[in-house]
T-cell receptor, first 113, second 118 residues
Framework: SQQGEEDPQALSIQEGENATMNCSYK?????LQWYRQNSGRGLVHLIL?????REKHSGRLRVTLDTSKKSSSLLITASRAADTASYFC?????????????FGEGTQLTVNP | GAVVSQHPSWVICKSGTSVKIECRSL??????MFWYRQFPKQSLMLMAT?????????EQGVEKDKFLINHASLTLSTLTVTSAHPEDSSFYIC??????????????FGPGTRLTVT
């Protein structure tokens, strides 16, 4: 079953604004990853944050992780029209059988020019 | 580096026929490959995990006789949808990982294959 739940399901903002997406999960994790997917295309890996990390930056992206609340957030600063896409969080609750990602439902971000 | 390709990118087939989708890691050896299915406006659902040279591990509810997975080499995995039905129409995405059993965290995703069964 899917354990990642994201909110909002859809977000529409103006170019230049910041976009924040949240992800909650239910079980213990080893790491949490954020992916981007343009319509009808494959996934692009954005950032990975390990369970012992609280915050990570990559360019205009900032990811936070609160393991006590079992939640993560993805912040995109100074958004651009090209950031329009679906964003998914995925949790890796590694078991002895190896890596296994469970994806959230995703947030559809629309950045209006 | 870490490029994964899929072929074909889209395919249309008739009900009752079988379709094979290939997933290749182009510049690295993929010990583990994963197959996902994504319906429109929904998330990715893991179908199965395959390690090179061994049988695939299927997720609960996924019919192993209908979705045949072969991972014969470190750079190629195939998914065959047998006796396809219109409800099998979906976007199929593969991913590949360098490690197995905990040696690698990152999965590299292919561009996906759009299957339409008429």
């Amino acid at each position: 079953s899917q354990q990642g739940e994201e909110d909002p399901q859809a977000l529409s903002i103006q170019e230049g604004e910041n976009a924040t997406m949240n992800c909650s999960y239910k079980t213990s994790i080893n790491n949490l990853q954020w992916y981007r997917q343009n319509s009808g295309r494959g996934l692009v890996h954005l950032i990975l944050i390990r369970s012992n990390e609280r915050e990570k930056h990559s360019g205009r992206l900032r990811v936070t992780l609160d393991t006590s609340k079992k939640s993560s957030s993805l912040l995109i600063t100074a958004s651009r029209a090209a950031d329009t896409a679906s964003y998914f969080c995925a949790t890796d609750a590694r078991k002895t059988s190896g890596s296994r990602l469970t994806f959230g439902e995703g947030t559809q971000l629309t950045v209006n020019p | 580096g870490a490029v994964v390709s899929q072929h074909p990118s889209w395919v249309i087939c008739k009900s009752g026929t079988s379709v094979k989708i290939e997933c290749r890691s182009l510049d690295f050896q993929a010990t583990t490959m994963f197959w996902y299915r994504q319906f429109p406006k929904q998330s990715l659902m893991l179908m199965a995990t395959s390690n090179e040279g061994s049988k695939a591990t299927y997720e609960q509810g996924v019919e192993k006789d209908k979705f045949l997975i072969n991972h014969a080499s470190l750079t190629l995995s195939t998914l065959t949808v047998t006796s396809a039905h219109p409800e099998d129409s979906s976007f199929y995405i593969c991913s590949a990982s360098r490690g197995a059993g905990g040696f690698s965290y990152e999965q590299y995703f292919g561009p996906g294959t759009r299957l339409t069964v008429t």
